[in-house]
C-alpha cells in the first residue's frame, strides 16, 4: 500500500511538471498603415516555436494581424522582464 501511494504521488509530481506554464513572445504587423507589435502570449500544449507559431497565427489574424516571428518560448522565470516591452500586448494573445 505505501508504495501505490508513492507511485501515485510520483505520477501527480510528474503530470503537474509536464503542465508548466509556457509563453512566447512574437512579433506581428499590420498593413496600410504600416503598425508593428511586439508581444508576449501564453501557449497551451507543446512548449515549442512551432506549436506557439500556429496558436499567434490564428488569434491574431482575427485582430488583423499578421504574424512576423516567434523570438522563443519560455517559462514563468521569463515572463515579468518581458512586461514592459510588450506593453499592451501582454498576455493579450
Given amino acids: 500500500m505505501k508504495h501505490l501511494i508513492l507511485s501515485i504521488l510520483a505520477l501527480g509530481l510528474m503530470t503537474g511538471a509536464a503542465q508548466a506554464a ?3 513572445d512574437y512579433k506581428a504587423k499590420q498593413d496600410d ?3 508593428l507589435h511586439y508581444g ?3 501557449i497551451d500544449g507543446a512548449c515549442n516555436v512551432e ?3 500556429a496558436q499567434l497565427r ?3 489574424a482575427a485582430d ?3 504574424l512576423l516571428n516567434v523570438l522563443g518560448v519560455f517559462d514563468d522565470a521569463g515572463l515579468d522582464e518581458r512586461r514592459e516591452s ?3 500586448y501582454y ?3
Fill in 91 to 93: 498576455l493579450r494573445y
Fill in 58 to 60: 490564428g488569434a491574431l
Fill in 86 to 88: 510588450a506593453g499592451q
Fill in 64 to 66: 488583423g494581424w499578421q
Fill in 22 to 24: 509556457c509563453y512566447a
Fill in 33 to 35: 498603415p504600416l503598425r
Fill in 40 to 42: 508576449v502570449a501564453e
Fill in 51 to 53: 506549436n506557439a507559431a
